[in-house]
């Protein structure tokens, strides 16, 4: 494959209270999108960004920061007045401990006929997006169906993660409504078998037993990612994570890949301790783009991305600082646990 990874999606700043530091908070740079574009640029895959920032010197040193991962910067639209501002926790979880500040932000206010997307895809051979954006206002999501139409009329490889953010989706329309519109354009779907149901209406089973255990929960994926490919054609390829941590003494981490008409699964990683939920899934689907790209066998491709999403839980922030060989590692040491 020839040609940069393109991901587009809000940047956001992130702020953690940090207790036990001698100030009194922590800032990061965040942004699922943003941090998949981190991972694969540190992974060799060349890799561009874009999205929309304001004109002003917090602009610029994000910029320089993305730069200096070798991140192709150059189609960032400097628009608007706002950065958007989200606060967790450090080690907190996305889906329930999270304040967004980000109404009104540049990001928020793209509208269609904005963006120049054959200038914007120029070079590109592959467009990773999420379900974040859509997830803003009405208008950010017809920006997102915009930039999905001009991709695959070009033939470009698309991605999409499916993270549902339920303190976002406040503008009247549920995922279900907007979701199957921008996933029948998608070649590679990540996310997991409830995001599934709640984004797309595909099958899940109700009230699943506590007692299932790694293979049951393989099967609902494996039935899940055939009804999903029947439902969106152009789909290649499903990637399915499994993360239990209600019990932080007993964190479970592990993934299947239907690729092919075949289920290709990871070992399952287990810790007593993560260091920061943010950013896992989205090295997830850092290691599938950066698999594909590299054209690896589906086997090997879930068990890089399983293990940068693990590894990624103990590291703070939201992008992930491993290389290739650290990832490898990590598969490695687990694999040479598995009996």
């Known amino acids: ?3 940069k990874v393109l991901s587009f999606g809000e940047l956001l700043l992130r702020i953690s209270p940090s207790p036990a530091e001698k100030q009194p908070f922590t800032s990061y740079i965040g942004g699922a999108e943003v941090n998949t574009a981190s991972a694969l640029a540190q992974w060799g895959v060349p890799t561009a960004y874009f999205t929309a920032l304001p004109d002003n010197f ?4 994000i910029i320089s920061h993305l730069q200096s991962f070798g991140i192709d910067t150059s189609a960032i639209k400097l628009f608007g007045d706002r950065q958007g501002i989200y606060y967790l926790a450090q080690g907190a979880d996305l889906k329930s401990s999270v304040v967004y500040d980000r109404t009104g932000s540049s ?18 051979c592959w467009l990773n997006m999420s379900a974040i954006s859509p997830a803003i206002n009405a208008a950010v999501a017809d920006v997102c169906l915009e930039a999905l139409e001009a991709a695959s009329q070009k033939n470009i490889t698309i991605s999409i993660d499916l993270n549902y953010r339920s303190r976002l989706w406040k503008y009247g329309k549920e995922p279900i409504d907007i979701m199957p519109a921008l996933v029948q354009y ?21 009230n699943i037993p506590e007692t299932f255990g790694k293979n049951e929960y393989l099967q609902l994926a494996h039935t899940s990612s055939v009804e999903l490919v029947k439902k969106f054609p152009r789909c ?22 239907y690729s092919g008409g075949g289920q ?20 997830f689907m850092a ?14 491709i879930v068990n890089f991305a399983t293990a940068a999403a693990f590894g990624k839980l103990h590291e703070k922030g939201d992008s992930t600082q491993m290389d290739v060989g650290s990832v490898k590692s990590i598969h490695q040491d687990q694999d040479s646990k598995v009996i």
């Open 107 to 124: 990001f928020a206010n793209l509208t269609r006929g904005i963006i120049d997307w054959d200038a914007v895809l120029e070079g590109v």
């Open 186 to 206: 998608c070649d590679v779907i990540m996310g997991n078998i409830w995001a599934a149901n709640t984004m797309l209406g595909i099958t899940v089973e109700p």
């Open 1 to 3: 494959m020839k040609g």
């Open 287 to 300: 290691g599938l783009i950066y698999g594909f790209y590299n054209q690896h066998p589906p086997q090997d």
């Open 264 to 283: 290709y699964s990871s070992s399952e990683y287990k810790t007593n301790k993560i260091v920061d939920r943010s950013g896992s899934g989205d090295c």
């Open 58 to 61: 917090v602009s610029e040193n």
């Open 236 to 257: 290649k390829h499903v990637g399915y994570t499994f993360r239990f941590d209600q019990d932080a003494q007993d964190v479970r981490y592990y993934s299947s890949l």
